[in-house]
């Protein structure tokens, strides 16, 4: 066997068997284990205070505080005999992760002992010392400290010793400072609106539900090899390294059979993850060497939102208890696929209606077509700004490559959906009023029910309907799916805000004008309506191929955003359609996404700064050196050469040789030169004070000679000795053993 040249972790794991046997318990028996879900609160909680909780949990209704400390009681009872011994309220602060500062539940009891304490207050709200988390400056300008505020409608959930609580992070002037306070105040803005819309055609429905089934991807590495680049360890992804021979060509690997070790990884992940309450379902290979995903049953988007930052940790962990690393940067690798986490979205009523599934009666489609045309109608005018929720340095890697969504948001509805919407925007205007004295006649076509499985598929299509839901494909595999979720939301909601309106309007109309007729006014100006928002929103259907050339000039000149520079996508959030829309649905105010915007911008520079530093570094340090060691190997040969063969034998030998110093010459002094530009960029684009423009110089001056070093170095990786050369290649950290 071919030696190695770094230690495989893995390769100690081949050797012992592996200990993670399936527990002789089944799935549905652990599922759901470590959360203090409805079966537990009522098991837990007195019936009075159950009760409430549902209330509070199902309708949203207010928590008092008795309810609250009854609740902390039965929630302590549960948790330790459960062994835990310390609480933390666990947020989403925008650096992505999640934040937790755990303490520990015992307190003095006044006689020298200690007593084990919980109440409904530390339930309730915490305030961690948080002046370290990213905030705009919304904190130093208004209030020194944030507050943790319990989430009720996410179940608290135990992690080895320590029971977590899901909470919002606002400031004490009641600013958002993370992503879950905006997420449920655009859940409760699409809730308010379609309950409304959905009122035209059922009173009964008391709720509408956004749901979110995340797909996630992701990359392994061998720990081993992980370690020993620098790169990986500090930024996430590779910044060097050239294509190995081999990699996706083949498509072998995707729905291939799953490596024994990782399909060990994999059990062991699930079955954390279902303890988590985390439904999860399916598990495949995906298209890069390496690369896997795992998907769960959809859930309602909150919790699904809670459930994936969730199962990012976990990830992290079960990882390195097998010898893994978890990738869950877009674009860990050039050259080949990049992950991402395909957000599917839908409305759904308390009443079991799928709101974007197609129904067998006339009205049902009706209903269908609306909230179809009403979510094209939000994304088409928001498009800048669904692009600018799933942007980010490390997702702006993956869009626009020829695999993801392109950086342009447009929609793929499919034949049958397209078809239906031209039919209802063409029709002669009267259709409906010719059906006569017959009550009721819509001519709307019937569409099959189940379009789920035939819907032509268009991978190319960042935002693509797929037979009940839509599927948002640009969100990025190590995001929070928060963002995406309260852009999405928020724009759906103010077109169906917009919808309703505009159809009230015209009803007294159509009542004068189908007077005596058994048709339905109400009907007749929500066609009235739709016809307009179909010819509206056209210019956000697509369903050609999204990589090509010409959709970027086609999607200019429909007026579609098609900026590519990360930083100023950013600037989509302070749009005046934007602030207007957050602020009228009560989703965030222009302060609010001011200083959010801050936080993005310097989150970018920050991680540009970083790869800048750490390429530099490893340019000098490693690369240089090894490449001039060989360099001198090559020159003694040459040397030798001379020596011992007659001159013009010699000249003969050495040409080869010779052409390669004279390359490695060409190339290390071209790096050289390099990181000196990278260095003094660096400098120029630290001087600047404004976040935005230091972000857009770090966009334009820093991050083009990163590709224009690594270009140089990834050419030295194939002259030079691979006994010598430092770092793992992409052969190595892409093939699991
Ligand atoms: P794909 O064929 O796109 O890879 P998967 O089965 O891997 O599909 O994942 C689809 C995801 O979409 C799952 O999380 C699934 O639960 C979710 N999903 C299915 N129907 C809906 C719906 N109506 N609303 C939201 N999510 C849904
Ligand atoms: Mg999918």
Request: with cysteine; net charge negative; glycine share 6%.
């Amino acid at each position: 066997m071919e030696a190695l040249r770094f230690q495989v972790v893995g390769e100690a794991f081949k050797k012992k068997p592996l200990d993670v046997k399936a527990p002789s318990e089944r799935p549905c028996e652990y599922f759901g284990k470590k959360v203090f879900n409805r079966e537990k609160m009522y098991k837990y909680l007195p019936k009075d205070v159950y009760e409430k909780m549902v209330d509070v949990i199902d309708n949203g209704a207010r928590l008092d505080r008795t309810v609250a400390d009854a609740v902390a009681a039965g929630i302590k009872q549960w948790a330790t005999e459960n062994g835990v011994t310390h609480y933390t309220h666990w947020f989403q602060p925008l650096t992505e992760g999640t934040a937790e500062k755990h303490d520990s539940f015992i307190e003095h009891d006044g006689k020298g002992g200690m007593v084990e304490e919980f109440s409904g207050k530390l339930l309730v709200q915490q305030e961690p010392d948080a002046s370290s988390f990213p905030s705009g400056g919304i904190r130093s300008t208004f209030e020194a400290r944030g507050y943790s505020a319990w989430d009720p409608t996410s179940p608290v959930f135990i992690i080895d010793d320590t029971l977590c609580i899901p909470t919002v992070f606002i400031s004490y002037s009641g600013e958002a400072l993370d992503y879950k306070a905006p997420l449920l105040r655009a859940l409760h803005a699409v809730n308010v609106a379609a309950t409304d819309v959905c009122h035209y055609f059922d009173p009964a429905v008391k709720k509408v539900t956004s749901n979110l089934g995340w797909e996630q991807e992701y990359f392994l590495v061998d720990e081993g090899l992980y370690a020993a680049r620098p790169d990986l360890l500090l930024t996430g992804r590779t910044l060097m390294g050239h294509d190995s021979a081999k990699n996706q060509q083949m498509d072998d690997h995707y729905f291939g059979s799953i490596p024994e070790r990782v399909a060990a990884f994999m059990r062991d992940l699930e079955i954390q993850a279902l303890e988590l309450g985390v439904p999860c379902k399916t598990r495949h290979n995906e298209v890069a060497p390496n690369q896997f995903e795992l998907a769960p049953i959809f859930e309602e988007t909150n919790l699904a939102v809670d459930h994936n930052m969730l199962l990012m940790s976990v990830m992290k962990r079960v990882a390195r208890k097998h010898g893994f690393r978890v990738l869950l940067h877009e674009k860990p690798f050039a050259g080949i696929n990049g992950s991402g986490k395909h957000n599917n979205w839908s409305l759904s009523t308390d009443n079991g209606v799928l709101l974007h599934a197609p129904g067998k009666t006339p009205e049902a489609n009706l209903r269908f077509a609306t909230f179809i045309v009403e979510t094209l109608m939000g994304v088409y005018k928001h498009n800048g700004l669904l692009k600018a929720s799933i942007m980010s340095a490390t997702n702006a890697h993956r869009l626009g490559a020829n695999e993801a969504p392109p950086a342009i948001v447009s929609s793929f509805l499919g034949k049958q959906v397209s078809e239906l919407l031209d039919h209802i925007e063409t029709a002669d205007k009267d259709f409906l009023a010719m059906a006569g004295k017959q009550g009721l006649k819509m001519d709307i076509p019937e569409i099959p029910e189940l379009l789920i499985d035939n819907t032509d598929r268009n991978r190319t299509s960042p935002f693509a309907f797929t037979g009940n839901r839509f599927e948002f494909r640009a969100v990025g595999s190590e995001a929070n799916c928060a963002s995406a979720m309260i852009a999405l939301n928020s724009a759906v909601a103010e077109a169906l805000v917009d919808f309703k309106k505009r159809v009230d309007a015209r009803i007294p109309e159509f009542e004068k004008k189908l007077a005596g007729t058994e048709h339905s006014a109400k009907f007749h100006a929500i066609i009235d309506v739709l016809r307009e928002d179909i010819k509206t929103c056209k210019p956000i259907r697509f369903d050609g191929n999204g990589y090509s050339d010409e959709w970027v000039i086609e999607a200019e000149k429909r007026g579609l955003d098609v900026e590519k520079s990360c930083p100023k996508i950013f600037e989509r959030y302070l749009d005046d359609a934007s602030v207007k829309m957050f602020e009228s649905l009560g989703v965030m105010t222009k302060k609010e996404l001011e200083a959010r915007n801050e936080v993005k911008w310097e989150t970018y520079t920050k991680k540009i700064q970083i790869e800048a530093r750490v390429l530099g570094d490893l340019s000098m340090n490693h690369i240089i050196p090894v490449a001039t060691s060989y360099q001198s190997q090559l020159l003694k040969n040459v040397e030798n050469m001379v020596a011992v063969f007659p001159v013009d034998k010699a000249e003969k030998l050495n040409a080869r040789n010779l052409k390669i110093i004279e390359e490695i010459a060409e190339r290390t002094s071209a790096i050289e030169k390099g990181v000196e530009e990278l260095v003094n960029a660096r400098k120029l684009a630290n001087k600047i004070e404004d976040e935005h423009e230091k972000a857009i110089a770090y966009h334009d001056k820093v991050e083009p000679k990163l590709d224009e070093i690594r270009y140089q170095i990834d050419k030295l990786e194939l002259i030079v000795d691979d006994a010598l050369w430092p770092l793992p290649k992409y052969r190595e950290l892409l093939f699991i053993r």
